[in-house]
């Protein structure tokens, strides 16, 4: 292991010693882990997606049938998706609002087939 990093700083890359790169990020991490807990219906969203995306025949999956199976009213499931999306949870939705990646499952045609032990074939994310 080299014993520098490259760091962004603005537009440029410096050289900086990778102590001083694993100390900042150990210094961030209790903050990362908060903004990365997923609690409550977020989770249940997303756990939703990721198990029925691939069970979902290659379609993206609606909003309205995850608000119905969790028994969320549509406008919390729909802003769960999209915080979920721009917290960058491996969720990505289509202009429809569906989700199209959950990941590591995708309705989207890639070069990874899985197939599940639930029988399932889908793409792999």
């Known amino acids: ?10 537009a440029d890359l410096v050289v900086k010693p990778c ?3 694993l100390a900042a990020i150990h210094a961030r991490a209790p903050l990362t882990r908060e903004k990365l807990r997923l609690t409550g219906a977020a989770r249940a969203v997303r756990e939703y997606a990721v198990r029925e995306l691939a069970r979902n025949s290659g379609r993206p999956l609606a909003p309205e049938r995850i608000s119905a199976a969790l028994g969320l009213p549509l406008a919390e499931t729909q802003e769960c998706l999209r915080d979920l999306e721009k917290r960058l949870f491996f ?6 609002g569906r989700v199209s990646w959950a990941f590591p ?3 989207a045609r890639t070069p990874h087939q ?4 639930i029988g399932e074939n889908t793409w792999g994310a």
Do not use: H, I, K, N
């Open 1 to 10: 292991m080299s014993d520098t990093v490259l760091w962004g700083e603005g």
């Open 19 to 21: 102590a001083e790169w």
């Open 91 to 96: 969720v990505v939705l289509d202009a429809q």
């Open 105 to 107: 499952v995708t309705s």
């Open 114 to 117: 899985v197939r599940l032990s």
